[in-house]
């Protein structure tokens, strides 16, 4: 067994202790899926309302997908009916032999994410920090939460986008078009990357002479064209396809999620709720905002008090505008060697500033950032720092007490394996004469690993957190729900903002 299926054979096995934590709706969602793509013809998929809080609103691949993982139902003896029933239920009360086979589907269809991740890290990386990254990756606590407790199939998606970049990395530009091809149409929140697909296919596909570039244009067309075909066509000839996109893109769910996201938007309210606060007590006649600090914003558009409206274009520009430097780069000089950091600052670029961003999206960038952190000191400096502030972002999908130990334990086992690891990358030696080195120069003048502003921001998470679970109930009891998971969101975001900027810098950096 080779190191990368001895770190799959683990994290399995951990996967397995977890079958019995808690499940969120999204199992209930997932399961109604199963039922829904097995029991009903192809034309209802889209237009079924039996469960109005389980709609369809992946992209049809994802849909065959569930389809095929409800083929062996009846193996499950007496109970096939309770996996692939249309009917509603609570993600509680589904039978053993149904939580242990979505449970186990997830760890299995996890195959796809190692084979991705063994791919890239053989190819790029030597003996010690291939470990490393596989580590990284194959351990990643957020992964484990999502999928393996909260209950999605993130590793499986992430696993046809780190294929796209094994291939793309290889100069097999073709393969890699198509594998994201595969991937937007399995799940839509990755098309935020695809300008900068199109725009380095482009100039690094399709060049040549004017013949040649021609040909490949049009070969990388058609090669697309037909993931899309084969995915939208059938909804297409039984005229679902009004129906299918309404599904994919309900931009009447408001501009954030009930739990603010870290991204740059959690400011931008925070600023409109206190100059409303102020203008107020100045008294000036400001409308009261109608969203909450709890339920989210909601509507076809979100109610500010004081700022501007925000609208769904005004994020797609926004998002545009900031990844337009990446953009630029990937025009002037396509290169291999940078296009897992591009894709990474694209999808950070979308978590900032998109429309209803949830926060399990950060895993976007979060996981191929872990395929360059050990490139040099910088990096795993950044990575480290961004992976628990991503990490820690998600904690409040945990919410039983329960649960706690648990995600506790995964981010604090992840940090320490990643300390350890970094600290050995890039160690500080001594050179023969008594002189110290280290094996990266962007060490120079800081203070150890992660530096002093590292340092205090951690501590800082660490304080958030010590409030939300002992000052806040000892204070305000029940009072103020809202305020421990605003304060996580205000934290993280600070967090999310500076790797934004940290990455864009390195992106106008790099030649």
Known sequence: MGEAEWLWAVATCVKALLIPTYRSTDFEVHRHWLALTSALPLARWYSDASAPCCPLDYPPLFAYFQRILALPATALGGHPSALLRLAPSSPSSAPLPVLIYLRLSVAVTDLVFLLAAARLAHRRLPPARRRLVLVLLLWSPALLI???????????????????????????????????????????????AAPLYFVYLLRHYCRGGSWEASRRFLTMGAAVGAVFAAAFGPFLYYGQMQQVLSRLFPFGRGLCHAYWAPNFWVFYIVLDKVLSFVLLKLGFDIPAPKASFTGGLVGNFSQFAV?????????????????????????????????????????????MFGWHVHEKASLHFTIPLALISVDNLDDARHYFLLSIVSCYSMFPLLFDLQEYPIKVLLLAIHSILMWIGFS?????????GGTKTNNSSASNGKQGFIGKFGTIYLLGLLGVELWGQLLHPYIFGSRLPFLPLMLISIYCAAGMMYSWVWQLMQILKCS
């Not at 890039?426 to 050179?431: H, I």
């Open 146 to 192: 999502v999928d393996h407790i909260h209950f999605q199939y993130n590793g499986y998606l992430l696993g046809i986008l780190l294929l796209s970049l094994s291939f793309l990395e290889e100069g097999k530009d073709l393969a890699g078009g198509l594998a994201f091809a595969v991937l937007i149409c399995s799940k839509h929140l990755f098309l935020v």
């Open 424 to 432: 050995s990358c890039f160690r500080v030696g001594v050179a023969p």
């Open 307 to 351: 700022l501007p409206q925000v609208t769904p274009l005004i994020t797609f520009l926004l998002v545009i505008f900031a990844m337009s430097p990446c953009l630029i780069k990937a025009f002037q000089k396509p290169q291999p060697k940078h296009i897992t950091r591009w894709v990474a600052y694209a999808f950070t670029c979308g978590f």
